[in-house]
């Protein structure tokens, strides 16, 4: 009987893709607080308000599969996947429970289609950086 030996990189992944989701939503939570002090400062339009929200989102997804991925780092396009449906799946959660209410099916399948498929273009962009030397 053989010994199955796994590779290190493989045990810490759903941890790295949980780090991942958890840093998107810090980094979004923050964010929206001051997006909303901005507000008050500057009223904007609602398609200004939209477009800084899906920017948001981006810019929180790319920080969230650097934390799960890292420079360098393996499966980057698979990690940013989870990470950036993970963290929609999150959001999308949060949302339904402040408002009562579920989202329909076609924006929370588009919300979970934009978050995955950024969430993968950012890792495969983190797994091609050059890794950190020690």
């Known amino acids: 009987m053989q010994k199955t030996t796994r ?3 493989q045990d810490n992944f759903l941890p790295r893709v ?14 929206i607080a001051g997006f909303a002090l901005a507000l008050k400062a500057a ?13 948001l989102k981006v810019v929180s997804i790319l ?5 799960a991925v890292g420079r360098g780092g393996a499966k980057g396009y698979l990690k940013g996947a989870l990470t950036g449906g ?3 799946v999150f959001g999308l959660g949060l949302s339904a429970l402040a ?9 929370a399948l588009s919300e979970l289609a934009f978050g995955g498929a950024v969430g993968a273009l950012c890792g495969a962009f983190a797994a091609n950086l050059p890794a ?3």
Do not use: C, E
């Open 86 to 88: 993970g963290y929609m």
């Open 63 to 67: 920080i969230g599969v650097l934390s």
């Open 18 to 31: 949980l780090k991942g989701v958890l840093t998107a939503s810090l980094v979004s939570v923050a964010s």
């Open 99 to 107: 408002s009562m209410q579920l989202p329909g099916v076609l924006t």
């Open 43 to 55: 009223p904007m339009t609602d398609t200004t308000i939209l477009v800084i929200n899906q920017v």
């Open 132 to 134: 950190k030397r020690s």
């Open 7 to 9: 590779i290190r990189t």
